[in-house]
């Protein structure tokens, strides 16, 4: 998947995130239940971290994506690939506004997401990293057969690095377990 291309799944169409969606990034983000583990956004830090999801796209290949239902169109939350260069780890994360939690979204991004890094990108390996407190997210990280890997801190915050390796991701169990 290029900057110009998206992934479907049956009730989502994931779209790569340019800096025109700035306001409704801050939107998203402007729900403090919303962005307890994430953080909020003015719009210039909006932007600038749109950009930077750009240039991961430019650079890497992936980057973050905007989640929008395919039967509106709307956008309901980001879901996708993000490189954390003092880690050299390439981490999935999601995000949704909360008039749309409890209703397998994440999940099921999430699915399509690890299928094109693990698939079309070849990735080894992709982690999840969840802020501690963080249950929703990583009960849907434990969905996807990701398990702990270590503690650390993102963003000044502590969290529960989850890893999930390609090679599990294929074998069969875990196939099994996915659907």
Same mark, same amino acid.
Do not use: K, P
């Given at each position: 998947? @290029?900057?110009?291309?998206?992934?479907? +799944?049956e009730r989502l169409r994931l779209r790569p995130l340019t800096e025109? @969606?700035? @306001? *409704? *990034?801050?939107? &998203? !983000?402007? @729900?403090?239940?919303?962005? =307890?583990?994430?953080? #909020?956004y003015t719009r210039e830090q909006a932007a600038a971290r749109l950009r930077d999801i750009?240039?991961?796209? +430019?650079?890497? #290949? !992936?980057? &973050?994506?905007?989640?929008? &239902?395919?039967?509106?169109?709307r956008a309901i939350g980001r879901c996708g690939l993000n490189w954390w260069e003092q880690f050299g780890e390439t981490e999935i994360? *999601?995000?949704?506004?909360r008039t749309h939690w409890?209703?397998?979204?994440?999940?099921?991004?999430?699915?399509a997401v690890l299928a094109w890094g693990f698939g079309s990108l070849g990735l080894s390996q992709i982690t999840a990293m969840i802020h501690h407190g963080n249950t929703a997210s990583s009960a849907v990280a434990r969905r996807l057969g990701f398990t702990p890997l270590r503690e650390d801190s993102v963003l000044g915050r502590p969290c529960t690095v989850h890893a999930l390796a390609r090679d599990d991701y294929l074998s069969p169990d875990?196939? #099994?377990? =996915?659907h």
């Open positions: 998947m @290029d900057s110009t291309t998206v992934i479907t +799944t025109a @969606d700035a @306001d *409704w *990034w801050v939107g &998203l !983000h402007a @729900d403090d239940e919303v962005n =307890r583990f994430v953080g #909020g750009q240039q991961q796209w +430019t650079q890497r #290949g !992936h980057g &973050l994506c905007a989640v929008e &239902l395919r039967s509106t169109g994360g *999601w995000t949704f506004a409890g209703r397998g979204y994440a999940t099921e991004a999430a699915q875990m196939r #099994g377990a =996915r």
